[in-house]
């Protein structure tokens, strides 16, 4: 099993945005239930979770249609952010995929 780290800046240019200050960011971790592989993003407390998963399936090159980013035992909505998931600093994102027998 051999571990792979990639972090990833994930931000959403939002031009309706009032606040004057930087929306804050946490690190997550997102990792695949086989073979153990491991990808870091840090992504806008507000960001709405679809920015994550996009780059993610971009990355791995996978269809987005077969992968299922689970947090807590439930399954990730795009338009769920941090904020709302109550997520930490370093949580961790599971990746299920068809290929999984999911």
């Given at each position: 099993?051999?571990?792979?780290?990639?972090?990833?800046?994930?931000?959403?240019?939002s031009?309706?945005?009032?606040?004057?200050?930087?929306?804050?960011?946490?690190?997550?971790?997102?990792?695949?239930?086989?073979?153990?592989?491991?990808?870091?993003?840090?992504?806008?407390?507000?960001?709405?979770?679809?920015?994550?998963?996009?780059?993610?399936?971009?990355?791995?090159?996978?269809?987005?249609?077969?992968?299922?980013?689970?947090?807590?035992?439930?399954?990730?909505?795009?338009?769920?952010?941090?904020?709302?998931?109550k997520?930490?600093?370093?949580?961790?994102?599971?990746?299920?995929?068809?290929?999984?027998?999911?």
């Open positions: 099993m051999v571990s792979s780290s990639t972090t990833i800046s994930v931000s959403c240019a031009k309706k945005s009032r606040s004057p200050k930087p929306q804050k960011k946490i690190t997550v971790k997102v990792k695949t239930q086989q073979g153990g592989e491991e990808d870091v993003y840090k992504i806008g407390y507000g960001t709405h979770l679809n920015k994550l998963m996009q780059a993610y399936c971009t990355k791995r090159k996978l269809d987005e249609g077969t992968v299922r980013f689970i947090f807590g035992k439930k399954q990730l909505k795009p338009r769920s952010t941090p904020a709302q998931l997520m930490k600093e370093g949580d961790v994102i599971d990746i299920v995929t068809d290929q999984d027998g999911a």
